[in-house]
């Protein structure tokens, strides 16, 4: 499978952006997709998950979106209330099994990043 992520930009605090993530390659609506993202220095941390319902970490939980189009094979991360924390490289990724899992290991499979900067 592929992921193609993109949607990423500089954007100020308190604004708004939607990541998409396309995929190609499987069968997409049962596939669990996640978001993660990864700023300066720190691991790559969880943000959202969905499949058949959605799971969020709790520091972008009210403000963060996850939504999917299995037509389009498409995800959507829509961020609203962005903060200067928020700023990172956010990936997409896709796991076969069920589960909304927490944990990059869990993936096998990545888009390659897109890096969201919010100024404060």
């Known amino acids: 499978v592929q992921l193609q992520a993109s949607g990423g930009g500089l954007m100020q605090a308190g604004g708004s952006l939607r990541l998409s993530c396309a995929a190609s390659?499987?069968?997409?609506?049962?596939?669990?997709m996640g978001w993660f993202r990864q700023a300066p220095g720190k691991e790559r941390e969880f943000v959202a998950a969905?499949?058949?319902?959605?799971r969020y970490a709790d520091s972008v939980k009210g403000r963060f979106t996850t939504s999917r189009d299995n037509a389009r094979k498409t995800v959507y991360l829509q961020m609203s209330s962005l903060k200067p924390e928020d700023t990172a490289v956010y990936y997409c990724?896709?796991?076969?099994?069920?589960?909304?899992?927490?944990?990059?290991?869990?993936?096998?499979?990545w888009g390659q990043g897109t890096l969201v900067t919010i100024s404060s």
């Open positions: 390659g499987r069968t997409f609506s049962s596939t669990v």
């Open positions: 969905s499949g058949g319902s959605t």
């Open positions: 990724a896709a796991r076969d099994l069920p589960g909304l899992q927490v944990t990059t290991g869990k993936y096998p499979y």
